[in-house]
Each structure stands twice: as structure tokens, then as C-alpha cells.
């Protein structure tokens, strides 16, 4: 009988598979607790286990292995002091993960939490072929450009800023267009840079009205909004400078088309976009999956993620600006100019430290500067 034959393979490959997606998955769901139970919050000074067991109402086993864990990876620190470890967040979660930071990426994160559902939900999303049109571009960005403003704001932000000031043309410039603009961030950031400059930000109607509260955050003088679709509407015209970050229009000849008419001549055009151009394996399969998971009414998506209909390829595109009149002065990889290095491994020594991070997708993502000639 079966019983007392071994089958043609042993189970170790599966085994081994379901148990390293099955430690993540836990590490995963530790973290989410961490923040939640505002685990960081409390770690701003030294603590011990009994009393963050205490002070969360918390089974203190369970709260001893959580410290440990995450000190073994390397967000939170620990001394031993008569006998008794004391924890305390590393530098690196005192920055990024208490709420009350300024470059608190929480609200990003939260976003992983909620797409972590939709993977629990998959066979409802596979066979529910024809009905996930369950949103619109005016409801749905609004809440995108408040995370992507939290993203930006700690780290993308000062880099693009600082690269794109060394330009004499931005220096000399009067008048700047953020199409897609968003939070306006990378609009107020360069009127902060350039007092003489005159900032507009261009974005759908609910998304402008998230960008006036951030004009209004930081007092920005001279930045202004503009509501339109850049599909259907007049963009304006006189610019000097158009810059426009991970926007569906960025890989869109029509609208490299507009932009090219909007500019002064000798005027720049700033393009920082994610080029996928070929899928490389798990990581993309999944990206491409969840991106598939949904097609909200407005957004001509393509298949492969953050691609839209009519888009072009990197090459296509250069060569596309050519033709319309533009001299191309850099096409810059994104994790280079962010100084991304060998620090961003930390966390998953596995990986490629240029693909470690997911916000922006850096790995795939450039930024293109042209010049109206
Ligand atoms: C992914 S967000 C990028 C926001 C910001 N530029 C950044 O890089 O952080 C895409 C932006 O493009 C805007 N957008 C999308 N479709 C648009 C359209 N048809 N007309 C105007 N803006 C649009 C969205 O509202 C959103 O602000």
C-alpha cells in the first residue's frame, strides 16, 4: 500500500517555502501591532519589558519576545543594567516611525495594512472579474497625494529639491508648473528656493482642494492651484520650468505634447516618472497583480503597474521629446540621485539595496531633465 512507500520527491522545497513566507507574514503582522499599539511611541526612552507589558495591558511573555525581535531587527535598541534589559527605539524608528515625528512614514505604512487585506480576499478579487471599477480618480487621489506627501517629505523631497536647484534655468526662473501636482510639496519647496519664483500647481478638484491645505501649512506666498483634468484642459502657458513627478500623464506623448507648448523657450521640463520596462520576477508579478486588483473610473491603466494606455517605453519617449524639440540634458536613475546605498539593506540583507524600497519604487523610476530649444 502507499503507507510503506516514499513518494518520488521529498517535501523539504515546499516545507522550506511555506516557512520562510510564513515568518515574514509573522513579522509582518508584529510590526502592524507595534504600530497600533503605539509600541514606539512609548520607546522613546529606555523601558523595560514589565513595563511596557503594564503600561499597553499586555501578556508579558508575549511582550518579551516582541522586544526582542524587534531589536533583532534593528529598530529598537537594548542595554542590560543589574541584570534587567532596558529597550529603547534605534535613532532610525525615533525618525521614521513615532507618530508625532516629523518624517513619520505611519500614514504610509498604514497603506501596506491595507492592502495586505485584498491578498486576504484574493479568490473574491479573481473571480469578481467584472466588478472592481469600485472607484473614481477624484476620490481616489485625494487620499494617495496625503501619503505620497508623507513619503516625499522624508527623504525624495530635499534630494530632488537640491538637485534640481543647481540649474541656472530654475535659478532665472519666474514662473513654474507642478502638473499632478498632488500635496504641492515640490512646488512649495521650490518657491522656498527661488523667492522670485511664481509656483502653480495643476490637479483634479478634490485633489486641489488637499493641496491648498498644504500651501496653507506652510505659509507658501507663491505657490498657486490650478484645477483641471491634463487630459482635456489648457495647462496655461509662460512657464519656465514644468516639472511633474509619478503622474499617468508623464509617459504620455499627448501631454509631453502640451507641455512643450506651455514652455517658454529655453524653458525646462523636469519629469521624474517610473519607467518599467521589463518585469523581473516575484516582486514584479505581485506589484503588477495588486495593481490589476483595481481600475478605478478615469485611469486608463496598463497592465504592468504604473503604466497607463498610450504610454511609451523609456527609449520612445527620449526619442519622442527629441522630435517634438526638446535637447534631453540627463536622464538620472532615481536611487542615485536619492544616495540610496549599502544602509538600505539593513533590513533585508537579501535584497538588491537599489530594489529595497517599495514608496516610489526607486529601482525602476527616473528622472528626465529636457530643454525647450
Ligand atoms: C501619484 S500622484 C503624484 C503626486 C505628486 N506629483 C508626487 O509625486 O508626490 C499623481 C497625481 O496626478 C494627479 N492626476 C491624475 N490624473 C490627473 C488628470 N487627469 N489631471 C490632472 N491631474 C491628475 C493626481 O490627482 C495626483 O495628484
Known sequence: MALLKCPNENPEKVLKLFDEVYLKAR???????????????????????E??????????????????????????????VGGRVYYKNAEITNIYLKKDSNYSIINPIYSYFEN???????????????????????SFFPKVVRRMADECKCWELQKVLSYIAKYGEFKNAKKLLDLGGGHGLYAIGFSM???????????????????????????????????????KDDIGKGYDIIFTSYNPGGKNPKIAEKVYNSLNEGGLFINKQFFPDK?????DYLNNMEWNFSKPEGL???RIRYTFEEDL???????????????????????????????????????????????????KAKMIVAKKI
Do not use: H
Not at 279 to 283: A, K, L
Open 193 to 231: 528656493l527661488n523667492k522670485n519664483l511664481k509656483c502653480y500647481v495643476f490637479d483634479l478638484p478634490n485633489v486641489v482642494e488637499e493641496t491648498k491645505k498644504f500651501i496653507e501649512k506652510y505659509n507658501a506666498k507663491n505657490v498657486f492651484t490650478i484645477t483641471g483634468d491634463f487630459y
Open 279 to 283: 518585469e523581473e520576477g516575484i516582486e
Open 313 to 363: 517605453n523609456l527609449n520612445d519617449y527620449l526619442e519622442y521629446l527629441k522630435n517634438l524639440g526638446f535637447k534631453i540634458l540627463e536622464v538620472t536613475d532615481m536611487p542615485e540621485l536619492l544616495g540610496l546605498d549599502e544602509n538600505s539593506k539593513s533590513f533585508r540583507k537579501s535584497a538588491n539595496p537599489k530594489d529595497s524600497l517599495r514608496f516610489g519604487c526607486f529601482g
Open 300 to 302: 486608463n491603466k496598463g
Open 116 to 138: 495586505i487585506k485584498n491578498w486576504e480576499n484574493l479568490s473574491d478579487i479573481l473571480k469578481n472579474k467584472d466588478n472592481y471599477q469600485n472607484t473614481d480618480v477624484n
Open 51 to 80: 513595563e511596557l507589558a503594564e503600561i499597553l495591558d499586555a501578556d508579558l511573555i508575549l511582550m518579551e519576545y516582541m522586544l526582542k525581535i524587534l531589536n533583532d531587527l534593528g529598530l529598537i535598541d537594548s542595554k542590560v
Open 27 to 49: 513579522i509582518f503582522y508584529l510590526l502592524k501591532t507595534a504600530i497600533d499599539l503605539n509600541l514606539f511611541g512609548y520607546l522613546s526612552s529606555f523601558k523595560t519589558a
